[in-house]
């Protein structure tokens, strides 16, 4: 299949799941806000989406986004460097003019990953994978208790999102960029964008994360 055999296919499965991913994480870290305001809406919320089929197919649509996504950027990176051969070695000086997220992609996004791994154990593995075996689950603020009340969870948090934030900075726009979306006027238009959308996403998950540690370790 084009989408597979070509390289531009390649990079357009990796935009659209990632601009998808984009997408669940502004959600996700939006859902998690509300427990800033109401324990009691949390707990609501988390039922409502661990007891819905709905909800349970859309878990299986982001996972295999997440898989797709990963698998095309070894593969994508695999092939770049076997077509600049030995040159990636030659090279000692990294061009001012690319920025360094785009050059650590790779590795910003296995951090990211590392932390996702980590992430569902303490949460997924722990509310919806039981719920979904027919288990008894407790309220969505329990497990946020179990999980921030330890506090070296925060600083391992933190690190997370500081990887999703430059990956976002970059990948968002860049996504733009191959989707045929930006010419020169847009393209400085879409890394605004993405970093102002990064920035919004990674204070609404770091205020959460300080709040429930503030709230339920000290
Ligand atoms: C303060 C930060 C965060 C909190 C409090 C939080 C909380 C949660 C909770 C409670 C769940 C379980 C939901 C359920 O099974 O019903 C969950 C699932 C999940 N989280 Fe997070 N999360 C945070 C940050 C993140 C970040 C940064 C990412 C992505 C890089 C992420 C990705 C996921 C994924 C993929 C799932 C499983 C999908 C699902 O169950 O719908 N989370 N999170």
Redesign the pocket.
């Known amino acids: 299949m084009w989408l597979t055999n070509s390289s531009v296919g390649r990079k357009i499965v990796m935009s659209v799941t990632g601009l998808f991913l984009v997408l ?2 502004t959600f ?2 939006l859902m ?1 806000a509300v ?1 800033l305001i109401s324990f009691d809406a949390y707990n609501a919320i ?1 039922e409502f ?2 007891a819905n089929w709905y ?1 349970v197919l ?2 299986l649509i ?1 996972a295999g986004g ?1 898989a797709i996504h990963i698998i095309f950027a070894f593969w994508l990176t695999l092939q770049n460097r076997k077509a600049r051969g030995n040159i990636r070695y030659a090279v000692t000086s990294k061009p001012k003019e690319v920025e360094w997220a785009s050059q650590n992609m790779l590795v910003l996004g296995l951090i ?1 990953l590392c ?2 791994v980590l ?2 154990v303490q ?2 593995a722990k ?2 994978l039981p719920e979904l075996m027919g288990e008894h689950i407790m309220p ?1 603020k329990w ?2 208790e179990a ?1 921030f009340s330890h506090l070296w969870v925060l600083p391992v ?1 933190l690190i ?2 500081a990887a ?1 934030w430059f990956h976002i900075c970059h990948g968002f726009w860049s996504a733009f960029q191959t989707l045929g979306t930006a010419n020169d006027k847009w393209i400085e238009r879409w890394q605004c964008i993405s970093k102002w959308w990064a920035t919004i996403v990674f204070i609404l ?1 770091a205020v ?2 300080c709040y ?1 540690t503030w709230f339920f370790a000290l």
């Open positions: 669940f994480v996700h870290a998690n427990a988390c989406l661990g909800a859309g878990t982001l997440f990211v932390f996702l992430h569902l949460f997924w509310m919806q969505g497990y946020l999980t948090y997370g999102f999703l998950f959460e994360a429930f």
